[in-house]
């Protein structure tokens, strides 16, 4: 069983700047951030894989935001940069297990955190 430990939520203005971390009990295939705004379906806001460090992110945060990896640490980052009101929602941290399926899929997911909430006020 994966456990996944998130910290670095919080309340930002807009403009402003606040960075996540997630870490994993052990190496995964792939981790990533998704976030459920109020109302919302929850969606992939970006992804990481283990090995390769590829990387993919929401045409709604590209170039605002940079998810990092630490391997020997089995820990992911997400910082977060110029936020806007729109970027506000718990987020949570998941991962896809090794032999998994696709990482771009969120139904491939089966580890989730606990969440963090994120509120950016206008």
């Known amino acids: 069983q994966v456990q996944l430990v998130e910290s670095g939520g919080g309340s930002v203005q807009s403009g402003g700047s606040l960075r996540l971390s997630c870490e994993a009990s052990?190496?995964?295939?792939?981790m990533g951030w998704f976030r459920q705004a109020p109302g919302k379906e929850r969606e992939l806001v970006a992804r990481?894989?283990?090995?390769?460090?590829?990387?993919f992110y929401a045409d709604s945060v590209k170039g605002r935001f940079t998810i990092s990896r630490n391997r020997t640490k089995n820990t992911v980052y997400l910082q977060m940069n110029s936020m806007k009101p729109e970027d506000t929602g718990m987020y949570y941290c998941?991962?896809?297990?090794?032999?998994?399926?696709?990482?771009?899929?969120?139904?491939?997911?089966?580890?989730w955190g606990q969440g963090t909430k994120v509120t950016v006020s206008s």
């Open positions: 998941a991962a896809v297990g090794w032999g998994g399926n696709s990482c771009s899929v969120q139904s491939s997911y089966n580890y």
């Open positions: 052990v190496n995964t295939a792939c």
């Open positions: 990481i894989l283990s090995v390769s460090g590829n990387t």
